[in-house]
């Protein structure tokens, strides 16, 4: 059947905002929760191997310390997760919900396994006995878990993009119990996914060293070469991979990024140069007397990279899905109320947010009872 | 038929109901909590009882694993069972509320980002910031409740969104004041709930009196409070709709006597609980949860009862099929299907024409475009089994019967069929292969 007969018609109901609000939105949104992401994913996974490689009484007290972070970046990180959720559904519903049902109960699975490995950080945060197997073997299937979780994003990420396979994948199976395995493009956007995010995680390392490095230089001296070196190592792999993933798409897409299309091509250009300058800001960072300014300049080039390297993420699926568009346009009704109540909350939260931050880790008054 | 049907063998209704309820358990439970604690912690502060704090501070951990754990997640996991399930449902409440749903995001990011700094605070802040960490916490809680409040009401009545299809018409539809108030109380209620389990445990008898008869004082009062807000949103229900659960739909009058019956015992265990105070054994603690449990399950299956055969009452049917024709609605609505058929407007089909060798073909799409949503075939209200209980075995019976499926009497609770009379016959000869196999 003709892939552009099953795509679902796009709702009835109005677009609550301009197309391009809504975008800007969902990438906004992807930024903020893949970051979050990565920092979680960097903190289990380094937390994990200096409590099992590291030989120095530093590398202890790090691996303790993401341990603990690890269930408080785990919630805003799903709570972040949300706001793409909601922007890919209102303009790509179409697309994602079916996606979805194509694979429902793997897809599905996605809650259980996270449910389970969100415990699993918990008992890795506070057992109290801190030299018990336990915790090595509850953070280590948490982070089973996350590869897993990641995998099934990809799966579905990228079935979303080829409504080709729509129609014969459902006659075979209606129930959703498959994978979109055959996907030549899967496992280098796994990959190159994966070690981004490692790599990017690896920095909060590196942020952890720019908090202490007031009160303890040598600690926060040591913090910020343990994760910027994690950083450089995973990020030049994640390079890898990610022109693995590039040469793997088909020549239209892949030309997308390589001079035919201007924005594309920019965009993905700035994404690698900023991911190198982060590399470079930090390993120069090792050798200065005063490390913090390089590495909040890496902090910032790699997030920056994460901004550009979304927006050609974002670029791809549209040219992936831009043939199966129905002809009739979205039409648009401005909710101006409600949108405006939105944004001055969205703004005013964030930074009440900021206030509690501040208010938490400078309280007025000394501890008391 | 927009979207693929999610073949689910044991039904797909059952799934969503396993986590909504499994959520909604939860997520009113972090609301109430929110001031049981800071009201709790100004107690202990004010009658200077280092027990009672002790007891607060770990609470609030098993509050956190709960709340912050189990009601995040599984909030998220209601979103991926309804998208899964209800592809078209879900992308209609996306697009009307896509800014109300932006604006419960902010509440509970505040939420969470509170509930954390409340609890790493116990050895952190002084007394008035962590209060104040607790107070912002409930408020972003409570404001959370206020904003999603609107989007589950307008479900059941939509009101004059229905005629104007103006958004603040749907949020603030006839359900969401009594509803507001009735959530309220009942998350104010299920606070006192959950902490009779932690206070259960408590070894000190003095402590776990005073902790026992403050919960308990939790559960009875907000119980009572709860009772006209019941009422009043009982009286919002459009009274023809009300009337299933009075007794012309034996699911939905089931459902609403299971509501009072477990709510009064709830009440009953909670009041034995606040008369024996230090000798309250766990079990009771378990028996208050278990019934406060089933009152919160009965009131949600009775919401979802009451709203069928819609999924957004009066807009679109449970198996995604527009009542009315609507702009853009590329004619997946009942008059426009029963012209034109269904097999023929579809996406996911494979029999576009039905002709006599390939009737039961036919049938069993159809029956998966349209009867799936609610029945399964083997599984949750299984259709062989309903079709034998009523003692409809034959082909001319059932052809009979799908032409008033929204008029049975005690049932009718089902959307008409839509599609053509070639294609009721199709239908009718894959529901009798179905009775006939199983016989």
């Known amino acids: 059947m003709n892939a552009q007969a099953v795509v679902p018609y796009a709702d009835p109901t109005p677009l609550p905002a301009a197309v391009w609000l809504l975008e800007v939105l969902l990438v906004l949104g992807f930024v903020l929760h893949i970051l979050a992401i990565n920092g979680v994913l960097g903190a289990t996974l380094i937390g994990l191997w200096t409590r099992w490689f590291g030989e120095t009484p530093e590398h202890r007290r790090l691996s303790d310390s993401l341990m603990h972070s690890t269930t408080s970046l785990l919630s805003p990180a799903i709570t972040f997760g949300i706001v793409p959720l909601l922007f890919i559904q209102v303009l790509f519903g179409n697309f994602f919900f079916t996606s979805s049902v194509l694979i429902a109960w793997p897809w599905l699975m996605v809650i259980a396994l996270l449910l389970v490995a969100y415990y699993s950080l918990y008992i890795g945060s506070w057992w109290k006995n801190r030299a018990s197997k336990l915790i090595d073997l509850s953070v280590f299937l948490a982070l089973v878990f996350f590869l897993l979780i990641a995998f099934l994003f990809v799966n579905n990420m990228t079935l979303l993009i080829t409504p080709e396979k729509w129609f014969a994948m459902y006659i075979a199976d209606p129930t959703g119990m498959r994978l979109n395995l055959s996907e030549p493009t899967l496992i280098f956007r796994y990959a190159h996914m994966l070690l981004a995010a490692f790599g990017v995680g690896s920095l909060f390392v590196v942020a952890l060293g720019l908090f202490h490095f007031k009160k303890e230089p040598d600690y926060g001296r040591f913090l910020i070469e343990h994760g910027g070196r994690w950083f450089i190592y995973i990020t030049g792999l994640a390079m890898v991979a990610g022109f693995g993933f590039l040469f793997s798409l088909s020549a239209p897409f892949r030309q997308l990024f390589l001079g035919q299309s201007a924005f594309g091509t920019i965009s993905l250009l700035l994404g690698i140069m900023l991911g190198l300058a982060a590399i470079f800001a930090i390993s120069s960072a090792f050798q200065a007397k005063d490390p913090r300014r390089l590495a909040w300049a890496a902090l910032i080039l790699s997030a920056l990279g994460v901004v550009f390297m979304a927006i050609v993420r974002d670029r791809l699926r549209d040219a992936f899905i831009a043939p199966y568009f129905h002809a009739a346009p979205l039409s648009v009704r401005y909710q101006v109320g409600p949108m405006a109540i939105f944004f001055a909350l969205f703004i005013l939260g964030l930074a009440f947010v900021a206030y509690m931050f501040g208010r938490f880790f400078r309280p007025e008054r000394p501890a008391s009872s | ?439």
Not at chain 2, 19 to 43: D, I, M, N, P
Not at chain 2, 343 to 367: K, P, S, Y
Request: net charge positive; proline share 4%; glycine share 8%.
């Open chain 2, 1 to 439: 038929m927009n979207f693929p049907v999610w073949d689910v063998w044991f039904g797909s209704g059952i799934l969503i109901a396993i986590v909504a309820v499994v959520h909604v358990f939860v997520s009113h439970f972090a609301v109430g909590g929110g001031l049981f604690l800071v009201l709790t912690e100004r107690k202990a502060y004010r009658e200077n009882d280092s027990g009672l704090l002790s007891w607060l501070k770990l609470h609030s951990a098993f509050f956190v694993l709960v709340t912050v754990v189990w009601g995040a997640v599984t909030g998220v996991g209601i979103w991926w069972t309804i998208a899964l399930v209800h592809p078209q449902g879900t992308s209609a409440l996306i697009h009307i509320f896509v800014w109300f749903f932006g604006i419960e995001w902010v509440f509970f990011l505040i939420e969470i980002v509170a509930a954390l700094m409340y609890y790493y605070g116990w050895e952190k802040l002084d007394r008035r910031t962590h209060l104040w960490f607790g107070w912002v916490y409930f408020i972003a809680a409570w404001m959370s409740l206020f904003t999603i409040n609107g989007i589950i009401d307008f479900m059941l009545t939509p009101g004059k969104w229905l005629e104007d299809f103006q958004v603040w018409n749907g949020f603030f539809n006839p359900t969401y004041f009594p509803s507001l108030f009735f959530r309220s109380f009942l998350s104010f209620a299920l606070a006192g709930v959950y902490a009779l389990i932690t206070a259960a445990w408590q070894k000190d008898p003095a402590l776990k009196a005073k902790v026992v008869r403050w919960s308990s004082i939790w559960v009875l009062l907000n119980a009572i409070l709860a009772i006209p807000a019941a009422y009043w949103y009982t009286q919002s229900i459009p009274p023809a709709v009300w009337a299933f659960a009075k007794g012309t739909l034996p699911a939905a009058t089931h459902s609403a006597m299971l509501i009072g019956l477990s709510a009064f015992l709830a009440f009953v265990f909670a009041f034995i609980a606040w008369l024996l105070a230090k000798r309250t054994p766990l079990v009771l603690s378990l028996l208050v949860f278990l019934a406060a449990f089933s009152t919160v399950a009965s009131f949600e299956l009775l919401r979802e009862i009451l709203r069928k055969p819609y999924v957004i009452f009066g807009y679109m049917y449970g198996n995604s099929i527009y009542s009315v024709p609507l702009d853009g609605d590329r004619g997946l609505n009942l008059p426009t299907l029963n012209e034109r058929g269904v097999l023929r407007t579809a996406n996911w089909v494979q029999t576009r024409e039905i002709h006599e060798d390939n009737m039961i073909q036919a049938g069993r799409e159809i029956f998966r475009l349209e009867c799936q949503a609610c029945h399964s075939l083997g599984g949750y209200r299984d259709i062989g089994w309903l079709l034998r209980r009523k003692q409809l075995t034959g082909q001319p019976a059932i052809l009979a019967i799908l032409g008033v499926l929204d008029k049975i009497p005690t049932s009718s609770v089902m959307p008409p069929f839509a599609g053509t009379a070639k294609e009721k016959e199709a239908l009718s000869h894959f529901l009798t292969s179905v009775v006939q196999s199983n016989s």
